[in-house]
């Protein structure tokens, strides 16, 4: 009876795996049956461990004994619900059942029937296998279902996924986590969140960081769990390519000048999906670049092979992608990587940022890389951000981008700057501007105009090749739309996505408003020269030598101006600057006073004017000498900088008028707490002095502040303030010490309360 049955189940079909075009056509034959393809995978459990103890001869005859089971177990244990299509044995001790059920079947039917078939094949298995003093066998079992979409693929990537599922135990909870995940997979249930990226000067978003999140309240809804089983089942790539997807799905919501970026583990670089083509396609169709997309190649796991990995770097570059190097700091080669990658961006890891507001050695090293990026030309941009006080360090360093919790957390949707972050930006901008708007002067665009060649936005990419060929000393072509710019073209960045693979395929028939930059720095002919020079630097490094557009007051185009001719202008408007400061403290000297106090007064700020002048200096200079002299100078300009930035408005002016005297503007609220400080910090700020030459009392130095009280309409010039000043400056020298006396204080003068 037991041989009858033994030859009956021997005639289901083994098959090794040079039959896979058979296997295939056996299963695509099911599916279009519309059945439901299922493969269960086998092996035995320590079969090596059988070997080492008992030999070669006795593992041979134990994988003999499963193999003659095997049909038999299979049909009683499968055919209970379906039909077996074939056995194949795959390698070692391994093998493949594949079995047709119906559409009906369920993930619990599929696991009770492999508990069953575990059971019978361990049964069947330790009945005929006899040691001495060993364990029983043991059997272990996965499956994966075949959709009949890719069969081959399919084939091979159902053993992978079963053979996870068998590592755990078919009736273990891991079991069923590998099983949900498997299905997170197939169903492609990711979800992405997304976290801004700060240009910190002021404010704007640079770009969204695409973040992976799994279903809300699941194994998998964090980054780290989600990740952590693709690793564990090797399905990091499957799970990537999801992401990717998922993140490129937003790019309709970006604008122009905005950026996607999107992780790249090395491991994942050659992405077909990503180098073939269809990113483009779909960029065009929403009349965005490349350059909108920028991949972050992750530090967290080692480049092997540089000289492949830069060659698809390469390719990305062609097609006019942007690269950045993620996690820098943190991963096992970072300088190495940045040397051969030439990234667009540096991502500095969290683990240098936090706390680096009370970290020397941190902020030394982020000086740095500061200073790296600047000379090759790419940005910074700090993540994990969490407290205003690390921002504000990070921002004293230099550096231009950021990310963290402090300035937006990911969300589901382009998440702006918070608004709490963004009152201290606007206010550190603010300030910052104030500052240097008092100290530089001002000249307009129209200064440095000039002209260049433009085109309607219907012209083709192929003219705009044409004209860079016929002109090669023009290196812009604006786009106009009934004379108002609408876009630019830079002869760097046609010649970059034309060379890529596909560039000429894909573009040099189609309109320019498909390549151009559809949010190009503009700028009216008024407009005053720093401003537009700091909106310059501002910009990303890919377009950070694009010309800046200059229109009229009805924003029809004019003409452009290059950055070299406004960096030009810039160095000589500050070359004008350092000559006419003070060599000694270095504070602006007359002309810059001038121009100040000439500023401030068509302002309708209340505010303060105090003269500073040194009482016994010259009596000073010529007893103990010149260097004593210059050494007082120098930390009376120091006592005048230290008061304003603690007590001062944060817009305030100081100036050297030339030998004792200075001058300090600052706001009628924080007058008096300026003109305190320095009152009560004047003796001390030079005991030294005192001291190393045994001075009395009596033959100290002291200071007389005159202040002069701003408000409208009350004086016209800087020459009537001078003689104000004078005056005020003669009452309070008459008085003993440091002393500070403004001109409301004196007989017939209007009393005015300056401290606001």
């Given amino acids: 009876m037991l041989s009858t049955l033994m030859n009956r189940f021997r005639r289901i079909p083994y098959i090794s795996l040079d039959k896979r075009q058979w296997m295939k056509a056996m299963i695509r034959q099911e599916v279009e049956r519309e059945k439901k393809v299922v493969m269960f995978y086998i092996d035995i459990v320590k079969l090596t461990e059988v070997e080492n103890r008992y030999g070669d001869t006795s593992a041979k005859r134990v994988l003999h004994i499963f193999e003659s089971i095997l049909p038999a177990v299979a049909r009683q244990a499968f055919e209970i619900k379906g039909r077996i299509i074939a056995i194949q044995k795959l390698w070692g001790d391994d093998f493949a059942i594949y079995t047709s059920f119906s559409k009906m079947m369920s993930e619990e039917d599929c696991q009770m029937l492999s508990i069953h078939f575990q059971e019978l094949a361990e049964r069947q298995l330790n009945r005929q296998v006899s040691f001495v003093n060993r364990e029983e066998l043991r059997v272990h079992i996965g499956y994966s279902e075949i959709i009949g979409e890719d069969i081959v693929k399919e084939m091979y990537t159902s053993v992978k996924h079963a053979v996870h599922m068998a590592k755990y135990g078919i009736t273990s909870e891991k079991y069923a986590h590998i099983r949900q995940f498997h299905k997170l997979l197939a169903e492609e249930n990711v979800q992405m969140h997304f976290m801004p990226i700060i240009h910190l000067p002021n404010g704007e978003a640079l770009g969204w960081e695409a973040l992976a999140r799994g279903p809300v309240n699941s194994l998998f809804a964090t980054p780290a769990a989600l990740f952590n089983y693709a690793q564990e089942t090797d399905t990091l790539f499957r799970l990537e390519h999801i992401c990717r997807k998922r993140a490129l799905e937003h790019i309709r919501y970006l604008k122009p000048h905005e950026k996607l970026f999107i992780n790249l583990d090395p491991r994942a670089i050659d992405d077909p999906f990503l180098l073939r083509g269809k990113v483009q396609l779909l960029l065009a169709e929403y009349e965005l670049t490349p350059q909108n997309i920028v991949f972050e190649i992750t530090e967290r796991h080692a480049i092997t092979n540089y000289a492949a990995f830069r060659k698809i770097i390469e390719e990305y570059r062609k097609q006019g992608y942007m690269i950045a190097v993620d996690?820098?700091?943190?991963?096992?080669?970072?300088?190495?990587?940045?040397?051969?990658?030439?990234?667009?961006?540096?991502?500095?890891?969290?683990?240098?940022?936090?706390?680096?507001?009370?970290?020397?050695?941190?902020?030394?090293?982020?000086?740095?890389?500061?200073?790296?990026?600047?000379?090759?030309?790419?940005?910074?941009?700090?993540?994990?951000?969490?407290?205003?006080?690390?921002?504000?360090?990070?921002?004293?360093?230099?550096?231009?981008?950021?990310?963290?919790?402090?300035?937006?957390?990911?969300?589901?949707?382009?998440?702006?700057?918070?608004?709490?972050?963004?009152?201290?930006?606007?206010?550190?901008?603010?300030?910052?501007?104030?500052?240097?708007?008092?100290?530089?002067?001002?000249?307009?665009?129209?200064?440095?105009?000039?002209?260049?060649?433009?085109?309607?936005?219907?012209?083709?990419?192929?003219?705009?090749?044409?004209?860079?060929?016929?002109?090669?000393?023009?290196?812009?072509?604006?786009?106009?739309?009934?004379?108002?710019?609408?876009?630019?073209?830079?002869?760097?960045?046609?010649?970059?996505?034309?060379?890529?693979?596909?560039?000429?395929?894909?573009?040099?028939?189609?309109?320019?408003?498909?390549?151009?930059?559809?949010?190009?720095?503009?700028?009216?002919?008024?407009?005053?020269?720093?401003?537009?020079?700091?909106?310059?630097?501002?910009?990303?490094?890919?377009?950070?030598?694009?010309?800046?557009?200059?229109?009229?007051?009805?924003?029809?185009?004019?003409?452009?101006?290059?950055?070299?001719?406004?960096?030009?202008?810039?160095?000589?408007?500050?070359?004008?600057?350092?000559?006419?400061?003070?060599?000694?403290?270095?504070?602006?000297?007359?002309?810059?006073?001038?121009?100040?106090?000439?500023?401030?007064?068509?302002?309708?700020?209340?505010?303060?004017?105090?003269?500073?002048?040194?009482?016994?200096?010259?009596?000073?200079?010529?007893?103990?000498?010149?260097?004593?002299?210059?050494?007082?100078?120098?930390?009376?300009?120091?006592?005048?900088?230290?008061?304003?930035?603690?007590?001062?408005?944060?817009?305030?002016?100081?100036?050297?008028?030339?030998?004792?005297?200075?001058?300090?503007?600052?706001?009628?609220?924080?007058?008096?707490?300026?003109?305190?400080?320095?009152?009560?910090?004047?003796?001390?700020?030079?005991?030294?002095?005192?001291?190393?030459r045994r001075m009395g009392d009596g033959q100290e130095l002291s200071m007389s502040m005159a202040g002069v009280v701003l408000y409208v309409g009350k004086y016209i010039s800087a020459e009537q303030i001078a003689e104000k000043a004078a005056y005020v400056k003669m009452v309070a020298k008459a008085k003993a010490g440091t002393v500070f006396i403004t001109d409301c204080e004196l007989p017939g003068e209007e009393k005015i309360r300056i401290e606001g």
């Fill in 327 to 692: 996690d820098a700091g943190a991963g096992y080669s970072s300088l190495e990587s940045i040397t051969e990658i030439y990234p667009d961006f540096i991502k500095l890891d969290m683990s240098l940022i936090r706390n680096i507001d009370v970290d020397p050695i941190k902020q030394a090293l982020l000086e740095t890389f500061v200073s790296f990026a600047d000379k090759v030309n790419c940005k910074i941009i700090a993540e994990g951000i969490e407290t205003e006080r690390e921002l504000e360090t990070l921002m004293d360093v230099g550096v231009i981008y950021g990310q963290g919790y402090y300035l937006g957390k990911p969300d589901k949707g382009m998440a702006q700057l918070c608004g709490k972050a963004m009152n201290f930006l606007r206010f550190t901008m603010e300030k910052r501007v104030e500052q240097e708007a008092s100290i530089l002067p001002t000249p307009a665009m129209t200064e440095i105009l000039t002209k260049t060649i433009s085109v309607e936005k219907h012209v083709k990419v192929r003219r705009i090749h044409e004209i860079f060929e016929q002109n090669q000393r023009i290196e812009s072509v604006v786009v106009l739309e009934n004379d108002i710019p609408v876009g630019l073209v830079m002869r760097f960045s046609l010649y970059k996505i034309l060379g890529g693979q596909y560039g000429i395929a894909l573009y040099y028939e189609r309109p320019v408003s498909q390549i151009m930059n559809t949010n190009p720095l503009k700028a009216t002919k008024d407009d005053k020269l720093d401003e537009v020079a700091k909106r310059a630097m501002a910009r990303d490094a890919y377009h950070l030598y694009d010309v800046v557009i200059i229109i009229d007051k009805n924003g029809e185009y004019i003409g452009i101006v290059t950055v070299q001719k406004l960096l030009d202008k810039m160095a000589s408007i500050k070359l004008e600057m350092a000559s006419s400061a003070n060599p000694l403290t270095g504070l602006p000297g007359n002309v810059q006073i001038e121009r100040e106090l000439n500023q401030r007064l068509k302002r309708n700020d209340h505010q303060v004017v105090i003269y500073c002048d040194l009482d016994r200096f010259k009596w000073f200079n010529d007893r103990y000498g010149f260097e004593v002299g210059d050494q007082i100078i120098v930390r009376t300009a120091n006592l005048l900088r230290e008061a304003s930035k603690w007590y001062g408005s944060g817009s305030d002016f100081i100036g050297h008028i030339g030998g004792d005297d200075f001058i300090l503007i600052t706001t009628a609220q924080c007058a008096n707490d300026v003109a305190l400080f320095i009152m009560d910090a004047f003796t001390p700020y030079f005991s030294d002095i005192y001291e190393k």
